[in-house]
């Protein structure tokens, strides 16, 4: 009934795609679920309902018009989502390591055990403002009974070399003071009279209260900062501490973003009739650095041919991986496939998902660069970067989470998805008063609406054996939070 | 029992620390509670169980130890973490808007209302890959009956100038290209034989299916992204589909990190005794950047005077706001508070917050640019942060929700706390198999613990009245996601 994204089990995934969705349906008040020959999946539609909507409905839309789709007996030739995410992911490359500066190393992960060679804190000092004295002349203490002891100076954070204090005595400090030689406790400096030269202490608390001894946070020899670690404020904290300015950790992936299609303009260009604006390169590049990425804007890909195959090859070399998002399997523009395919091993295909069939993924060049081709379409191109990109910049960063955290939602109007798809909707996610999740579906899930995607917060996953949630039915919901 | 970081409403945080607390107690089984003077709140401690204990209890650890706690009457001086939060916020100034290109705004709150000039999509157009069409002329159109039609060319996106087509005539089109003149209609190509000189259509979708209209996603004239908006990849796909190359944004303010002590050496120095490496510019430096400013780490200030007050004034110039790390209020560092009030209206107190009571705020030089000062003790420099300047930036970045979103969790082990004294103590919250949340501190709150703050993953909030939390109980929990 739910898309499970965490789910990288590949091989389920077309087999479930066969399976009989007549008890999801009924148990959801569905009208009889639309008959499937066995083999096909995506069949002729009935001149039923669906087609004769007004405005067409998500569930008459084939996800796929190419031949493969079109020859119901070569559906085991689409891919499950999972098994083309699972290729994408094992190609991926981890890049090496790199050292750099703790503030630039905010948000990466550590590749280094970091051990200190020194003890945090370095010497004994004062945990809080008060007097440094010695535990046993102040047994007994209190405040009708206070004992009273002489104050032989005062040290501050900072200060060098320490006094030492002998029996009756007691010296004056500030959190952070090294504690004198001979004393054994600090006390808190609203335990006494606060005196100047001499001091009334109104407790007796044991030995080593409010001292903080050398080496209580991390002794020499000790991992500070260990493999794998998200570096956030606290870790900079705690690596310059131990002395580090620099840290070796996983670097951000390099990315190369292009857009291929002999209908783009760039964005400062008015388009002709027939054209449109790129913009693909920008989403894309804004989802990659947004995943952690570092992302080259490199636009669209020229027409002349020698031209495409150097900026490919230049890209490649640069790059850890090579995203281009072009309307490539629908002819027209094979020769960006031809050129792809001259540079390594390049497959195009069609993905059982909605929007976004026409999907490809290769590993070219010298170095085997893994290239993720998606659709031309803006809507089609982002939710396939949520799927499959995203999961991959995270391994290449080496988080343990690729995939964004799911809830189930209620669903607050019916959805309808095609049959043996993965569809995703966009949606707007809301706590629900009496507690959980409502979603809303910000479009209708079939055409490039742009403003409608902006003003989504969530991607709505619906299986693929499922073609109908009814209104109030559980659906899972991938929330987009920035940066999460 | 938990403390409400969300409510910003100031007037209620003094009163309540006056409440009689001997029910808390005596619920949890405490011992029979300390008995307060009625205008005493930090008073000498009892020589009970608190105090005996080896490891020092957070509940036996007074607050504060400067002259105002000291004398209870003056209790009414301490000011309340809320009241210190609101001066911040009412002082904090709303940066001017500026414009960038639309991939730097990425992460910001657009400043403008972005009207679009153009229809998108800019022309009607196919949806998906089939048969542009008459839908008059498909009229009852089945598998078995059907309707053959000829085939006059093929169009695919990008194209130009637009064929037309007459009755029982096809135009094969692609996703994403113009509709020829006469057609209403695309046929999928998985409802057809898709024949290339002639087509038979099985099914009789009705006028206008699988047909995008001029402006049906953006009509001229209409708000592309709104004022307020945060700019991601959707907002910025947009934008480029309108056309715009910048866009006018709130910007990241600029703030300078100083840290002030005579006991600092910079991290690239090996500490000679008694003195501690500046780790507060490094790492309040990062937890400005995640929270989406501009930070500039300006390191440790001289202890040179007319230095000292040169790049106090130099920062005041570029900086929205001026971030001080250092321990004013114990004395000894007085020369940074002085070369601070020479600049401008600055105060130092006590709030009533554990770690980090001693804190510092005005509006100083010509700009009257906000200067935080807080606890130069890292624990409480970056617990300050989270509490008065986080909120802060976001709301000089426009955001609406300025606080971190918090969550009851079941306590794992019983929390003390000191009475009259927001605690805040780094912990590890995780989820609880059977549903909510546990929680478990990762130190015991009273000390600098660099190594077990980089392990926490939120701080526990235990509000000012409470003195103790039972294993089981629920407490507030702030999670510190990175970028969150």
Redesign the interface.
Known sequence: MTGQMDDTGGSTGESRAYRDTAQVDLRHGAASPPRQRDTQV?G??P?GSA????V?SPR???G????V??QASEYDQMRAVERHLDEILAAVPEPDPIELA??DA??LLCAEEVISSRA????DQA????YAARAEDLL????IAPIELAVVGES???????SSIGPGLALKV?????LPAGADVVV????TD?GAVRVGV?????A???V?RAG???APG?P??QVG??I??????????V???RVLVRPRPRIAVLCA????VD??T???????????S??????A??AGAQAY?SGILPSDRRRLTEVLESQLLRSDLVLIAG?FA???FDMVQEALAELGEMRFGQVTMHPGPAQGFGRLGRDQVPVICVP???VAA?VS?EVFVRPAIRLMLGKRQLFRRTVQAIAGQPLVSPLGYRQYLHGMVMRHPDGGYVVEPVGDG?????????R?NCLIVIDEDVTEVAAGGLVTVMP?????
């Open positions: 995506v002729p539609p001149t087609v004769a909507d007004p067409p008459a839309i084939p796929d018009s190419g031949p789709a079109a703790v503030l905010q948000g945090l804190p370095a010497f945990a809080l403002d008060g007994g203490a209190t405040p501050v954070a900072g200060a060098g070399a320490p500030t959190a952070g003071a090294m808190p400096a609203v335990w606060q109104h407790a007796d608390p044991p080593g209260s409010y903080r209580d946070d991390v000790d500070a900062v670690t998200p956030g404020p606290a870790q900079i904290s705690l690596l310059a501490a002395g580090r300015e299609g002999t209908e783009l964005v400062g008015a388009p002709a009739p027939g054209q449109i604006v790129d913009v693909n920008y989403a894309l590049a804004a989802a650095r947004d804007r309307t629908s002819g027209g031309g379409e803006p982002l970067f079939t055409e490039a609406l742009l403003a409608r995607m902006a989504a987009l939070l920035l940066g999460g």
